[in-house]
């Protein structure tokens, strides 16, 4: 691992400061804050990360879960994904949380990950892993062997010529069906930004993955309060039960009266190169009976603008089976 200057922030405007002397806050970021570290010093042993400093922002007062006044939730930045998951506000209220955190790498993993670092995990997509290879997103204009060699694990949906690399986040497929939003403290005061506006698809610029920008410091994500009387329900399908990213997942956030769906909230996991909120999928699924061939149609829509690379279009069954097993154990609950 090359050398960098490593230092621990105990003010949250200092460390923003610092961080903002960064030339970018995207890929080949000079500046990094670390939290559990669990992606960052994988990908600096790998050098595929570089940075000549590194904060630490553990001891910063960001580690707390707290009911907002308007009864939703405000989850500190470095709340430990364990944490988070085994909150009892967030099993109760927010069930579809809480699986998903569950069903993401290891416990001892869960342990170290933090709320932010989740949100900004990095794609596994084996080129961009190895400093052997070219890659548009390590290194913008090098190009991407993915499109013609091993694609099976990467994204059928929202990919560009450029890049193709699924976003391998679970907590995020659920924080996109709740309509998260995640506040920001940067150089220029706080801002708080939609879940579903903060990844950025790859188009020409697969390097830049979020709206970040230099010195910006996530401080923390609200949820909005509960909708009473929901299912929730987040379903992982992936090559091993257990210690795998998804190959296709669900989170499913769903209202019923009277065997009508009243209210829906989808969004899809391990098929798009952002946690992928489906507006097509819920639209199939308002106003109509909670019945299988509903719940059908829900998937068709959803997968309907999919793209499959050479290797990966088993992933559009696969996801639409997940999506319509979800919905109809989400309605039997
Ligand atoms: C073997 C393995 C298996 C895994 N399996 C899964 C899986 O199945 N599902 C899944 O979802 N994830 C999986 N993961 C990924 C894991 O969830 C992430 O590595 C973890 O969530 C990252 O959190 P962290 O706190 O360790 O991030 P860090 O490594 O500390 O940081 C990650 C990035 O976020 C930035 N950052 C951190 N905090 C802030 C902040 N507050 N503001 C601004 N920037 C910040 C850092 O600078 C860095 O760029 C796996 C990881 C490993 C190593
Ligand atoms: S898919 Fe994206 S991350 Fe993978 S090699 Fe291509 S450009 Fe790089």
């Known amino acids: ?31 990094r804050f670390v939290a559990g ?15 000549v400093r590194v904060i630490d922002i553990n001891r910063l007062p960001l580690d707390t879960i707290e009911a907002t006044p308007d009864s ?13 998951a085994n909150h009892p506000m967030v099993q109760r209220d927010y069930a579809v949380l809480s699986q998903a955190i569950l069903s993401g790498a290891s416990a001892q993993l869960r342990n170290m990950a933090t709320t932010a670092g989740n949100i900004l995990q990095r794609t596994r997509c084996m080129y961009f892993r190895d400093t052997a290879m070219p890659c548009n997103k390590r290194e913008p204009g090098t190009g991407c062997p993915a499109i013609t060699a091993n694609n099976r694990t990467l994204a059928i949906l929202g990919a ?14 659920a924080m996109a069906a709740l309509d998260a939003k995640i506040h920001i403290q940067g150089p220029k005061g706080q801002r708080a930004i939609a879940f579903g506006d903060f990844h950025l698809l790859p188009g020409s610029t697969p390097h830049r993955e979020t709206v970040l920008e230099p010195g910006d410091l ?3 994500v609200t949820l909005p309060p509960p909708i009473a009387g929901s299912k929730q329900l987040y379903l992982k399908l992936r090559d091993r039960a257990s210690y795998e990213f998804a190959l296709a997942s669900a989170a499913v956030v ?38 299988d061939v509903t719940f059908r149609q829900a998937a068709e ?4 603008g999919a793209r499959p690379q050479s290797e990966n279009g088993f992933k559009i069954e696969l996801a639409k089976r997940c999506l319509t097993h979800a919905l109809r154990t989400a309605a039997a609950s």
């Open 37 to 51: 570290g669990t992606t960052l010093l994988d990908l600096m042993k790998l050098n595929v990360e570089t940075p």
């Open 254 to 291: 769903l209202t019923i009266n009277g065997g009508k769906i009243t209210e829906a909230r989808i969004a899809l996991g391990g098929v798009g190169t952002k946690p992928w909120r489906s507006p097509e999928a819920e639209a199939a699924l308002t106003n109509k009976t909670a019945n």
């Open 160 to 173: 560009s010529e450029h890049c193709i690399a699924t976003n391998p986040s679970d907590m995020c497929v």
């Open 1 to 31: 691992m090359h050398t960098f200057e490593f230092e621990r922030a105990t003010d949250s405007a200092a460390a923003v400061a610092t961080a903002a002397h960064a030339k970018t806050a995207q890929q080949g970021a000079d500046v």
């Open 301 to 304: 829509a959803a997968l309907r």
């Open 218 to 220: 996530i401080t923390h």
């Open 72 to 84: 939703g939730l405000k989850i500190g930045a470095t709340v430990r994904n364990s944490d988070l």
